[in-house]
């Protein structure tokens, strides 16, 4: 089993930036890919980015340029850097571990980014 904790979530002005964490622990599968969902009110969880074990990142189009994920492989953790965030990135942020065979979830972190 694997469990994963978010952290670094809150209140933040138009403009500003939050680092976001997420902590593995348990029995992680080598190949792997760390990834950070959001899901806004009423609205579908979306990928914002993910980075695979061999170095590969994706990031979705609205976040390119202002958002930056980064993994430490010794910690299990994965990090999202949220620059310039805008009121339309408030959300609940979901970091998830994909493995060959399962996907596995954190309890999510509220980002609030007020006008």
């Known amino acids: 089993q694997v469990q994963l904790v978010e952290s670094g979530g809150g209140l933040v002005q138009t403009g500003g930036s939050l680092r976001l964490s997420c902590a593995a622990s348990?029995?992680?599968?080598?190949?792997?890919?760390m990834e950070w969902y959001r899901q806004a009110p009423g609205q579908q969880r979306e990928l914002v980015a993910q980075a695979s074990n061999e170095g590969s990142i994706h990031y979705t189009d609205s976040v390119k340029g202002r958002f930056t994920i980064s993994r430490d492989n010794a910690k299990n953790t994965v990090y999202l850097q949220m620059d310039s965030l805008k009121p339309e990135d408030t959300a609940v942020y979901y970091c998830?571990?994909?493995?060959?065979?399962?996907?596995?979830w954190g309890q999510g972190t509220q980002v609030t980014v007020s006008s």
């Open positions: 998830a571990l994909l493995t060959p065979s399962t996907l596995y």
């Open positions: 348990g029995n992680i599968y080598s190949r792997n890919t």
